[in-house]
């Protein structure tokens, strides 16, 4: 049997592999939402078997629901935020250039892996757009037969593998920001901002060794030959041609059809942000969640060029923040309940929990017990972040009793977070959307990446936990 032959042999038997693996996830996968409403049961039966009252639970329930509604619209407007740069004319017009780049077709794959990682370092909600329609634009090459399941998987992998490491990562970014904090890991922590967590020479290492592993597992595990599946041979339509806007028909549409308001707004928005950035400290600025936001929402008005353009995307983006919205009081009930409903001896789930990883022992093994436990509790509670409300206030307090560094410990979070995602298709929704898939068609790529990367990021939790020194948090 020839090289080619078996190569294909090997394919066909890849991609039998994945199709099982994402038509069992499609099968049994219950929307999110229902794993969130399930952690709530969860954590209400764990308050009731530590000794809590039913009316102590109910009580910290309903007292945490709207704790976090700042964070929640913060969340939200990350995803929408992303959505709209993604889609304004230049970045668009930027994506049609780039794809012409790549000349192989595994090498289209990997560089869309490589784009989509990029990306997301700045923002995992731009990252699945961005890349998603760059993997249509590369689709859309006569000249390049690339699979498109690949492509859109490669599109994924920001998401999949290093989102959390970067700069949209809603752990990094509510710890850094005091006003988003919830009291009682306030106390616990103090404010840590993005110098003690993303921006670690650990934590940059980290990004680096996975960003090269997931390009590297994208180009070899692109199908080539008979095996390949382009956007036609899936019946998925690529035309992305955008209608222009409807001619006014009122003078009091002018404005907003004008650029002028904003690139006034967007003048005195750039004012701004160098007055911050000269009469603060620069992590302090950078790492505040609300200047991040601020910022994107005012360059997506100014690459918009118009009001109109820009509320016309905004509203096309503001389906992919339901689950953001819908979500998020859910954790912040849980995590009310698991730190204010107090049981036997008048101490709380969080407590006991804290106790028990406490009895772990600090330095690497500490970071590689943490991360098994989060990508786990991941698998069940799909939440881009949000979970770190359930699981901070019981991880951080074990953290200090241990000597573990608390940025880093953040950053163990972070970077187990990232890989549930690999798995469960919650989080390709939106991209799915963009390409035109379903999940089985992305899975099978997705979860070969999952079986690299999980000892891979272990072993660099443990390895690069030893590196720290324990520095007690900062009084609020």
Known sequence: MSAAATEETRERGLARFAQRIAGWTERWFPDAYVFALVGVVVVVLAALLNGSTPVAVAEAF???FWDLTEFTLQMAMVVLTGYVVATSPPVARLIARIALVPSTPRGAVAFVSLLSCLVSMLNWGLSLVFAGLLARAIARRP?????????????????????????????????ATPESLPPELLEITGVLDF??????????????????????????????GSAVRTAEDMEVDLD???QPPAPRTRPGEWLERSPILPLLVGALAALWLVTELLNNPFFSVISSLNTYLLVFVILGLVLHGTPRSFLDAVGKAVPTTAGVLVQYPLYAAM??????????GGETVSEHLADLFTGIGGGGWFAVVIAIYTALLGLLVPSGGGKWLVEAPYVMQSATDVGMNLGWTVQIYNAAEALPNLVNPFFMLPLLAVLGLRARDLVGFTFLQFLFHFPIVLLLLWALGTTFSFEPPVAP
């Open 62 to 64: 309903g007292g945490g």
């Open 143 to 175: 000249d390049l037969r690339a699979d498109y399941r690949a492509l859109g998987a490669a599109a994924y992998m920001g998401l999949g593998a290093v989102w959390a490491l970067g700069l949209s990562s809603s752990a990094a970014q509510l710890q």
């Open 195 to 224: 110098g003690e967590t993303i921006l670690t020479w650990q934590s940059l290492t980290m990004a680096l060794v996975l960003i090269v592993v997931t390009v590297a597992i994208s180009y070899w595990s692109a199908p080539s």
């Open 240 to 242: 992305d041609s955008v």
């Open 335 to 344: 995590a009310a309940v698991l730190t204010r409903a107090t049981g036997r």
